[in-house]
T-cell receptor, first 112, second 113 residues
Framework: SQQGEEDPQALSIQEGENATMNCSYK?????LQWYRQNSGRGLVHLIL?????REKHSGRLRVTLDTSKKSSSLLITASRAADTASYFC????????????FGKGMKLTVNP | NAGVMQNPRHLVRRRGQEARLRCSPM?????VYWYRQLPEEGLKFMVY????????ESGMPKERFSAEFPKEGPSILRIQQVVRGDSAAYFC???????????FGPGTRLLVL
């Protein structure tokens, strides 16, 4: 299975601190995406990084990808209470990304 | 531009009944995906459809589950003879052609009594 696994499974920080989440996967991928899910809601796409990219930024988000280690990290800088949510990585396979495979997710709590 | 719509948002069924979940993709999106999420779990892929075609149903249970995306109207996920283990949140996502990004609906929470 190429299912991504997020690490840690839960993280609690104070507002203003940075939060780092890691994702590991098992097989070759075409792209890796990060999604956020607020409690009781659907998933919201945050950022996508392709297999030929190493780092991307979007606002307070920074994602890295190391294909040699089959891992990715998502950094949220200057966290806010509104960042409290579950975060999922999802991998798309080479030759077709129709079947995005999601990890189990990581629960981030940002305390005000 | 309205997002992905799902209804109902909550559905309660007794064992043995049928559940019908509807999904209207975003305007202009021709690809629909269904996922199931159990409590405290990630999303499990079920099926990928385009208009009038099932492209990949490798995540669908072999029995009782079916999906369609007709030429007109929403995509339907149908679960026949529901059992308690079917209780979960079912999410629909859509995407335009040649896009790897998914746009998710709010989900339907199915509870089987």
């Amino acid at each position: 299975s190429q299912q991504g696994e997020e690490d840690p499974q839960a993280l609690s920080i104070q507002e203003g601190e940075n939060a780092t989440m890691n994702c590991s996967y098992k097989t070759s991928i075409n792209n890796l995406q990060w999604y956020r899910q607020n409690s009781g809601r659907g998933l919201v796409h945050l950022i996508l990084i392709r297999s030929n990219e190493r780092e991307k930024h979007s606002g307070r988000l920074r994602v890295t990808l190391d294909t040699s280690k089959k891992s990715s990290s998502l950094l949220i800088t200057a966290s806010r209470a509104a960042d409290t949510a579950s975060y999922f990585c999802a991998t798309g396979t080479q030759g077709g990304s129709e079947k995005l495979v999601f990890g189990k997710g990581m629960k981030l709590t940002v305390n005000p | 531009n309205a997002g992905v719509m799902q209804n109902p948002r909550h559905l309660v069924r007794r064992r043995g009944q049928e559940a019908r979940l509807r999904c209207s993709p975003m305007k202009g999106h021709s690809h629909v995906y269904w996922y199931r999420q159990l409590p405290e779990e990630g999303l499990k892929f079920m099926v990928y459809l385009q208009k009038e075609n099932i492209i990949d149903e490798s995540g669908m249970p072999k029995e009782r589950f079916s999906a369609e995306f007709p030429k007109e109207g929403p995509s339907i996920l149908r679960i026949q003879q529901v059992v308690r283990g079917d209780s979960a949140a079912y999410f629909c996502a859509s995407s335009p052609q040649d896009s790897v990004r998914r746009y998710f609906g709010p989900g339907t929470r199915l509870l089987v009594l």
